[in-house]
């Protein structure tokens, strides 16, 4: 299997370029040349199966060339070593749990699965990879405990001064050894640019082997779609198709979700629950692709307003619209009623949703009210729940704060420690300056 660019159909790489790169030189997305299939028995008899032969079944043909069949599987087992639970909210609406991984959010799954290709790596090209990524809150966590003291990598980290949650920086900080979290006296925006230019800037990468390690990345994006088979093991008994509800900001996740469909997996539909930053929901309903300043909200990591996955999305629709627009709408939704519906299912159901997970569920509560039809009608309908709600706890009604802060979660708060941090400002003159001394 060869990767080549959403850019030029013509530039081929290998997975581990595609890998160590992170994105081709022309710009574009790495997207594989063929899209394999699942085979229909395997589907069928999916419940025999159990995670890990799962995940081998969807990820061998995309990487089965470049890694060994039992490095594969310490991989994945290294990668789904925590639950995927699917629990009722009510008639046929699930919740996903993936905050049941060492960060409390689903971007564990992508991130370990990379380090352990990247580690794998390592050991051919015998020279150390630094993973370079600015982050708004969960991929800094997810990646620095990924990648703790796997050999030949390390981490440095960009994240905004007072940007990023109490808990979130704790995950950040906390590790030390070969993971280097900076504090930039600036916003989001400010990292972002510098880790840009830092991949474009000769001096820096001749001294470093760089590679990123966000949703663009393959080995971060292909590994998303196994939780959307385990899912499907959980409820094939009900022989029904399933709606999915992502809440989406890069559109990494649901992009994991509509690739496992063309593979082969019954998925009936997908909905993208976005925030008020509603480029896709706009683009969908007719409008001119046109991102808008981003505007913060309670679900802050989604605040992004150009999507980087989007164009592998319309790119498995060979970029028709009419197509994709049979499998995929998408909704945006208000802090108000992210927050009121919050507060609704705790009552109703005693579920504590995240302002994420939320934002899914009101996905599918939208698309039943236009759809006019009755739950019990429905085919099963799944929100994923992309974080635990104590990652956001200030961002939550004040009544529930002490339930989640009494969860056992909070006890893994209170063991975290800072531990390392190097604080910097925005220039990005002084952070090429850091980059290049330690390399002295
Ligand atoms: C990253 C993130 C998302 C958005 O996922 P994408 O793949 O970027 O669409 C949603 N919820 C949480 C909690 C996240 O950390």
Redesign the pocket.
């Known amino acids: 299997m060869l990767y080549y660019s959403l850019n030029n159909f013509k530039n081929y790489v290998s997975f581990k370029t595609a890998v160590l790169t992170g994105l081709a030189i022309d710009g574009g997305l790495y997207f594989p040349e063929k899209i394999p299939k699942i085979k229909r028995t395997f589907i069928q008899n999916i419940k025999k199966y159990d995670n890990y032969s799962i995940a081998m079944e969807v990820i061998k043909p995309y990487i089965g060339e470049y890694i060994s069949e039992e490095y594969i599987d310490k991989i994945i087992h290294n990668t789904l070593n925590f639950s995927f639970p699917l629990k009722k909210i009510y008639e046929n609406i699930y919740v996903l749990e993936l905050f049941h991984g060492p960060t409390l ?3 564990d799954v992508g991130a370990k699965f990379m380090a352990g290709c990247l580690s794998y790596f390592y050991k051919t090209i015998g020279e150390l990879i630094t993973v370079l990524v600015a982050t708004s ?3 800094g966590g997810a990646v620095a405990k990924g990648f703790h003291n796997v050999s030949g990598i390390e981490v440095i980290i960009l994240y905004p001064h007072k940007g990023v949650s109490d808990l979130q920086e704790k995950q950040i900080t906390s590790l030390g050894d070969n993971i280097f979290p900076l504090e930039i006296k600036g916003n989001f925006d400010n990292c972002q640019y510098m880790v840009k230019k830092a991949f474009l800037d000769k001096e820096i990468k001749n001294k470093y082997l760089l590679t990123s390690a966000n ?1 663009i990345n393959i080995a971060r994006w292909l590994p ?1 779609m196994f939780y959307y088979f385990i899912a499907y093991k959980k409820i094939i008994e009900k022989n029904q198709k399933i709606i999915f509800s ?11 979700g509509m690739l496992a469909e063309k593979m082969g997996l019954p998925i009936k539909y997908f909905i993208a629950s976005t925030n008020i930053n509603d480029t896709i929901p706009r683009f969908l309903k007719g409008e001119k692709y046109h991102p808008l300043p981003v505007k913060k909200t309670i ?1 802050n ?2 605040d ?1 307003s150009n ?1 980087s ?1 989007f164009s592998r999305i319309l790119h498995l629709y060979k970029n028709n619209i009419f197509k994709l627009k049979k499998k995929l709408c998408s909704y945006k939704f208000t802090d108000e009623e992210t927050f009121n519906i919050i507060k609704k299912v705790w009552s109703n159901y005693k579920y504590i949703l ?1 302002p ?2 939320a934002i899914g569920y009101l996905g599918i509560k939208k698309y039943l009210k236009l759809q006019k039809v009755k739950t019990h009608f429905l085919e099963t309908a799944i929100f994923l729940e ?2 635990h709600p104590i ?2 706890l200030d961002k939550m009604p004040f009544f529930l704060r002490k339930k989640i802060f009494l969860s056992k979660e909070e006890k893994f708060r209170k063991k975290l420690k800072i531990k390392k941090k190097i604080s910097l400002s925005n220039n990005y003159n002084f952070f090429k300056d850091w980059l290049i001394k330690r390399r002295r």
């Open positions: 959010a689903f971007k809150g969960d991929t949703s998303q992502v809440p989406s900001g890069n559109f990494g996740n649901i992009c994991a679900s990591a989604m992004i999507p996955n995240d994420h997970g992309t974080a990652k956001f």
